[in-house]
């Protein structure tokens, strides 16, 4: 009988070596490869074009259930799933080491069973009693739902079949399940795919809205197999800096709905509370005009979010060497911007030291950005406050033009409604500016000459 070959998996991309090598040749990462077990070999005799039971095809236009989504009783939560839990559907959610996950599943699992949902709340990390003070904590001990620790698979699927199935299932974490029916031990990435697999099927076989949380890399990225995203229906994000009250729940993947909602929670001492309007929690303490200061309307999934743009110019002695520091924005875009004032403006920006900061700690990722930013940059060198009831928007290209960007009319909107009176970006067509006096830029040139006409 041959030997078995051995198999090595990335835990990072998923790639497959027939041996163990230090550094993964498909993504470059170190210490990533995992030894998973044999793979089975078929002979002739295990035949898979026969034995099996004959599946039943339907075609596209047959009758569906509509689609049924039950609340988790935090509005927040719900807008970012895209309305609510789907029965049946699996979540799997990821996010830094005390960002607050557990806290956030634990008060929705806590609000699902005081509306009458049976909940059932796994924990893999931590002993009952400790969930139940952090119960106790967030003011969610009297919640009619069940609590385990466990980390066998197969004691909890069991279990549960023992009864009706639970309307939500919460395991915390995946990385802490062990199946017996493969060899490893748990967070391997062969032990993450067995366990996540049987719990799916689980969900899906009973109805049961199955939440799975996730440990996350250096990098940020979900560990385990890449293949776990693609098992489950939905990934969401819980992110955030420890040191800012704010998180963002960001929905990364959805079957059920749209891609990119976020739910914005607030960290107080008795656990995360919803902030319903998150431009004022991102523009708060501007009661003062100051130069370097920008509002740029940016847009997370179907919610404009307004926030501050921050620059700070600092001019060096001859000799200096200038320095680059970004919080919440791409450091390649600024370097491209700095480029583009330079050679289209003449400004100089060579022999001062750059500090550039999106308030609040939010992170931005939207090119239309560019002009918010750039006005920012300008506002610092020329010591001149920008007006306080303005926004910003727009993409910058290397010609120095500006140009359109995605949503204009519905950013607008949202920053009429909150009190601003006047927009600055590229030309719109057909837009509805209602509320606001908009006043067009063509290009960087422009925009350095409104900034300096600026009393």
Known sequence: MAKPKRRYICSECGSVSTRWQGQCPDCQEWNTLVEEAPETKFTAKHDLSSGGRAIRFESLDAPTKPLARNTTGLAEFDRALGGGIVPGSAILMGGEPGIGKSTLLLQAAASISKAGGEVVYVSGEEATGQVRMRASRLGVADAPLRLASATSVRDILTTLGQGDPPAMLVVDSIQTMHSDQIEGAPGTVSQVRASAFELIRFAKEKGTCLVLVGHVTKDG????????????????????????????????????????????????????????????????????????????????????????????????????????????????????????????????????????????????????????????????????????????????????????????????????????????????????????????????AALVDRVMATQ
């Open 221 to 444: 990225n979900i560990a385990g197999p890449r293949v776990l995203e693609h098992m489950v229906d939905t990934v969401m994000s819980f992110e955030g800096e420890r040191s800012h009250q704010y998180r963002i729940l960001r929905c990364l993947k959805n079957r059920f709905g749209a891609v990119d909602e976020i739910g914005v929670f607030a960290m107080e001492s008795e656990g995360l509370t919803e902030v319903s309007n998150p431009s004022s929690l991102f523009l708060s303490g501007r009661e003062e005009p100051m130069a370097g200061s920008a509002v740029f309307p940016a847009i997370e999934g179907t919610r404009p979010v307004l926030v501050e743009v921050q620059a700070l110019i600092v001019r060096l002695q001859s000799g200096a060497t200038p320095r680059r520091a970004v919080v919440g924005w791409d450091n390649g875009r600024l370097a491209m911007l700095l480029a583009v004032l330079e050679a289209r403006c003449g400004l100089s920006f060579s022999t001062a030291e750059v500090y550039l900061n999106v308030a609040g700690g939010y992170r931005l990722s939207d090119p239309a950005a560019d002009l918010a930013v750039a006005a920012a940059l300008v506002s610092a060198l020329a010591d001149k406050p920008l007006a306080q009831d303005a926004i910003w928007l727009g993409e910058v290209a290397l010609s120095g033009e500006i140009r359109p960007c995605a949503h204009a009319g519905l950013r607008l909107r949202e920053a009429a409604k909150l009190g601003f009176s006047n927009g600055i970006g590229p030309e719109l067509a057909g837009q509805d500016v209602a509320g606001l006096r908009y006043a067009p830029v063509s290009g960087v």
